[in-house]
């Protein structure tokens, strides 16, 4: 069964500050992994997308880097601002039967920058 | 910008009442999806639909729960009789290629 698995929990950085969130998961046999973004009581905003095939993926101050041999994703913000504070889920997709399709998600790290 | 639409955004109901939550899915998406998030822990998956069936379901889509693609554009999930532990945030989602869309959920309260 996949599980997956962020850290830190939570994370306080000063404006400014570049910062790395960490995703682990159990079983390297997915489809993608995806980032998200979710604001206090609201949806899913998706962030970025990494394909099975692919080691990074860049939005413009985001970038995520995947190496699923490891089992391990990171997002990098840099130049974090205040409206970055949020909860930013990591969610691995499944390869094969199934799973094909289905995120399983890890509980999130609930990032403040303060100004 | 195509996106999935979810209604009401807030439902309160009581204990042994039945709802329904209703998604409208991004219009060529194939696959759709429930999940849930209780406040304060993970979001977990529900229950997977294509081609007009389920494909896969967790161990916590019961009885109680089923869903519904009555027309070409509603993606549905009831609940027959709700519990307390059901209330949660609920979230569709629907994926034609390999990137998940969200809807902004439903809040759903049961008193």
């Known amino acids: 069964k996949q599980e997956v698995t962020q850290i830190p929990a939570a994370l306080s950085v000063p404006e400014g500050e570049n910062l790395v969130l960490n995703c682990s998961f159990t079983?390297?046999?997915?489809?993608?992994l995806q980032w998200f973004r979710q604001d206090p009581g609201k949806g899913l905003t998706s962030l970025l997308l990494i394909q099975s095939s692919q080691r990074e993926q860049t939005s413009g101050r985001l970038n995520a880097s995947l190496d699923k041999s490891s089992g391990r994703s990171t997002l990098y913000i840099a130049a974090s601002q205040p409206g970055d504070s949020a909860t930013y889920l990591c969610a691995v997709i499944g390869a094969g039967g199934t799973s094909y399709g289905k995120l399983t998600f890890g509980q999130g790290t609930i990032l403040t920058v303060h100004p | 910008e195509p996106e999935v639409t979810q209604t009401p955004s807030h439902q309160v109901t009581q204990m042994g009442q039945e709802v329904i939550l209703r998604c409208v899915p991004i219009s060529n998406h194939l696959y759709f999806y429930w999940y849930r998030q209780i406040l304060g822990q993970k979001v977990e998956f529900l229950v997977s639909?294509?081609?007009?069936?389920?494909?896969?379901k967790s161990e916590i889509f019961d009885d109680q729960f089923s869903v519904e693609r009555p027309d070409g554009s509603n993606f549905t999930l009831k609940i027959r009789s709700t519990k307390l532990e059901d209330s949660a945030m609920y979230f569709c989602?629907?994926?034609?290629?390999?990137?998940?869309?969200f809807g902004q959920g439903t809040r759903l309260t049961v008193v």
């Open positions: 639909f294509y081609n007009n069936e389920i494909s896969e």
């Open positions: 989602a629907s994926r034609e290629g390999a990137e998940a869309f």
């Open positions: 079983d390297s046999a997915i489809y993608n």
